[in-house]
């Protein structure tokens, strides 16, 4: 119907607070990873400039580590192409990041290892 024309919605939250109980007791490996996957969902409009290589790229880079810096980046994109690149992040929509983890690692993002669910 046109209602999502010229329209990008991005949607951030984080895990909130967790209540205790059955696996938070055991600490397990479950509940580690529940703690610490945030949200992130892009609703883009299909006719936006450059929709194919961005959806290509949200695809490839769906399953792999971002961190503030990259949000940051992407959304700077959205008014300058130019802008895919910041000194710390890089736009989910402009580049394919590396599954090397030495560039997308926990150590390399400076995030502490009992929150890190890297499998390096």
């Given at each position: 119907?046109?209602?999502?024309?010229?329209?990008t919605?991005?949607?951030?939250?984080?895990?909130?607070?967790?209540m205790?109980g059955?696996?938070?007791?055991?600490?397990?490996?479950?509940?580690?990873?529940?703690?610490?996957?945030?949200?992130?969902?892009i609703?883009?409009?299909?006719?936006?400039?450059?929709?194919d290589?961005i959806?290509?790229?949200?695809?490839?880079?769906e399953?792999i580590?971002?961190?503030?810096?990259?949000?940051?980046?992407?959304?700077?994109?959205?008014?300058?192409?130019?802008?895919?690149?910041?000194?710390?992040?890089?736009?989910?929509?402009?580049?394919?990041?590396?599954?090397?983890?030495?560039?997308?690692?926990?150590?390399?993002?400076?995030?502490?290892?009992d929150?890190?669910?890297?499998?390096?």
């Amino acid at each position: 119907k046109g209602n999502m024309k010229d329209t990008t919605i991005v949607v951030i939250s984080d895990h909130n607070y967790n209540m205790p109980g059955p696996y938070s007791l055991g600490e397990l490996e479950d509940w580690k990873k529940e703690l610490t996957l945030p949200y992130l969902n892009i609703i883009l409009d299909k006719d936006m400039k450059n929709f194919d290589e961005i959806k290509e790229n949200l695809i490839y880079n769906e399953n792999i580590m971002v961190n503030p810096y990259d949000v940051h980046s992407t959304i700077l994109s959205l008014f300058n192409k130019s802008i895919s690149k910041t000194n710390r992040g890089k736009s989910l929509f402009y580049e394919k990041f590396s599954l090397d983890p030495s560039e997308r690692s926990c150590k390399q993002m400076k995030i502490k290892e009992d929150w890190c669910r890297c499998s390096e």
